[in-house]
């Protein structure tokens, strides 16, 4: 299943520069879960997640981008603001900016209820 990113042309500045574009986003298999941004991916056994949620209605400065949260040490890829799943990892996944490994990574798709019960789906079995 692939779950494509919303793509906020108001913000393309942001993330258009590191060649994210319409064929970015989650894509879950019965084994696997990959999030691509452009020239970044997170490719994790299925197995390693341990859930998923949805958030909406961010501030732009807090969601725009690759980023990392200021609250621990979890991880963005944003490209618009109007929500988005955070998925957890049981082990960290390898760094992808800044200095720790993620336990968390929050993705801006599309479909943010469809992402979500996909993974919990899976995730329960």
């Given at each position: 299943?692939?779950?494509?990113?919303?793509?906020?042309?108001?913000?393309q500045?942001?993330?258009?520069?590191?060649?994210?574009?319409?064929?970015?986003?989650?894509?879950?298999?019965?084994?696997?879960?990959?999030?691509?941004?452009?020239?970044?991916?997170?490719?994790?056994?299925?197995?390693?997640?341990?859930?998923?949620?949805?958030?909406?209605?961010?501030?732009?400065?807090?969601?725009?981008?690759?980023?990392l949260?200021?609250?621990?040490?979890?991880?963005?890829?944003?490209?618009?603001?109007?929500?988005?799943v955070?998925?957890?990892?049981?082990?960290?996944?390898?760094?992808?900016?800044?200095?720790?490994?993620?336990?968390a990574?929050?993705?801006?798709?599309?479909?943010?209820?469809?992402?979500?019960?996909?993974?919990?789906?899976?995730?329960?079995?």
């Amino acid at each position: 299943m692939f779950f494509p990113y919303r793509l906020d042309t108001r913000y393309q500045l942001m993330w258009k520069p590191i060649g994210v574009g319409k064929n970015d986003g989650v894509t879950i298999t019965d084994d696997t879960f990959t999030a691509t941004y452009g020239r970044k991916r997170v490719v994790t056994p299925l197995a390693n997640v341990t859930e998923a949620h949805a958030t909406l209605d961010y501030q732009w400065w807090k969601a725009i981008g690759m980023r990392l949260s200021f609250a621990d040490d979890g991880l963005t890829f944003g490209t618009s603001t109007h929500g988005g799943v955070c998925v957890h990892f049981d082990q960290r996944i390898p760094k992808v900016i800044g200095l720790r490994d993620h336990s968390a990574l929050t993705v801006t798709v599309d479909d943010l209820n469809g992402l979500v019960d996909a993974i919990n789906s899976r995730v329960a079995d």
